[in-house]
């Protein structure tokens, strides 16, 4: 498995790839990798000749220097799951200042109204910090296809944005979410979670789950109502927002139309940590 910290290095494999014209499928994170990571390197070693996996833990994208600093790191453990995977994957570690130099600031990017809703309401500049990454890592590893998980929604939309305002080359792949049993979504904040905040948390794709058996049927406002009733002085769990959506421009609704397609968006602290989840409604 090669892995590599320095832009310089791993420039020089995408060069040689591209001159042997083999395709380049990109899977960015932010390491902590869980089966929902793997599932997305799982994908891209089907569709191309080569995978390469970042694992960059983004300064500029997060809005609380605790969560920052709190973020699990778990490198050697990321790099052992992928060999187990695939030893033919390309690994690439930068450190901040590989991509930033010595001040990580972000693009300001207009990404039409996408980046003020719902995360973007929450954690003001993240959205910034998240397209500013995904485009140096793009400069640097000029995928031919990138893969993002539809567990963080917002974020993909977003980048397909940028792909069309940075005209870059790249074809952007959504992914479905990768679930535990109990159905709470994959993520490395998980691993944050006390033994009963991890089970109390599969409340929040239940609701999510309810919400879509009943959207045929219910109003968006009696839907909006109820769930936060599941929440109400919910001993665990403090709902942040939960919005149905428009799957194109992600404005939330409070009527629903025949011919759009919407989706259901939560965001839920448990203790300190904060939880995304989000369903397809129709
Ligand atoms: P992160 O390391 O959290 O930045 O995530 C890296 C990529 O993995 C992003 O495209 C996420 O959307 C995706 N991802 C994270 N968790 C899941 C999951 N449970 N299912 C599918 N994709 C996921």
């Not at 778990?74 to 994957?89: A, K, P, V």
């Amino acid at each position: 498995m090669q892995v590599h910290n320095n832009k310089r290095d791993i420039k020089a494999d995408v060069a040689q790839f591209l001159r042997e014209k083999k395709t380049i499928g990109f899977v960015p994170t932010m390491g902590a990798l869980h089966d929902g990571h793997l599932a997305l390197v799982q994908k891209a070693l089907t569709e191309n000749s080569v995978v390469v996996v970042s694992i960059f833990v983004n300064p500029t994208q997060f809005n609380n220097p605790e969560d920052l600093q709190k973020y699990p790191r778990t490198i050697s453990n990321d790099i052992n799951l992928l060999s187990t995977i695939s030893n033919d994957i390309i690994v690439f570690c930068p450190t901040s200042e590989e991509i930033y130099g010595s001040n990580p600031i972000s693009i300001s990017y207009d990404f039409c109204g996408l980046e003020h809703e719902m995360e973007g309401k929450f954690r003001s500049g993240h959205f910034d910090g998240v397209g500013t990454v995904i485009k140096h890592l793009f400069e640097i590893i000029s995928p031919t296809k990138a893969y993002f998980g539809e567990k963080d929604f917002q974020q993909l939309q977003i980048i397909k944005k940028l792909t069309e305002i940075e005209k870059m080359p790249v074809q952007i792949v959504g992914c479905p979410i990768y679930r535990e049993e109990s159905g709470l979504a994959l993520s490395s904040r998980n691993k944050r979670l006390t033994d009963t905040q991890l089970k109390e948390a599969s409340l929040i794709y239940r609701t999510l789950l309810e919400v879509k058996n009943s959207f045929g049927t219910k109003s968006v406002v009696s839907l909006n109502e109820w769930v936060t009733k599941q929440f109400e002085n919910h001993p665990e769990l403090t709902l942040e927002y939960f919005e149905i959506a428009e799957v194109s421009t992600l404005k939330s609704i409070t009527k629903k139309d025949k011919n759009i397609t919407y989706r259901a968006f939560i965001a839920v602290f448990a203790g300190e940590v904060r939880l995304i989840d989000n369903i397809a409604l129709n």
